[in-house]
C-alpha cells in the first residue's frame, strides 16, 4: 500500500486516481498521520432480471407454495366496498 502526503495528493491527484482505478490503495497522510484512504469502488454484480425471475420462480416450484387467490383477490383484501 503506497503513502503520500497531502500535499503530494493535492499535487499528484489525477494520477493518483488513475493508479486506483487500477486496483492500487494509497493512504493519505498528514504529518505522517494517515487520514484518508483512496480505494477502488467495489462492484457490484448486476442482476439479471430475466435471471432473477426466473430463479423465483424456481423457488416457488421447489417449495410447491404459493400465497393462494389472485392477485386481484390480495390487492383488495381488506377493502371497503
Request: proline share 4%; no cysteine.
Amino acid at each position: 500500500m503506497t503513502t503520500v502526503g497531502t500535499f503530494e495528493a493535492k499535487t499528484h491527484l489525477s494520477e493518483l486516481l488513475e493508479r486506483v482505478a487500477r486496483g492500487e490503495r494509497i493512504v493519505i497522510t498528514n504529518r505522517g498521520k494517515p487520514v484518508a484512504m483512496l480505494v477502488p469502488p467495489e462492484v457490484a454484480e448486476e442482476k439479471d432480471t430475466a435471471r432473477v425471475g426466473r430463479e423465483m420462480l424456481a423457488y416457488r416450484d421447489r417449495v410447491k407454495r404459493t400465497l393462494g387467490g389472485s392477485f386481484r383477490e390480495m390487492a383488495h383484501e381488506g377493502h371497503r366496498y
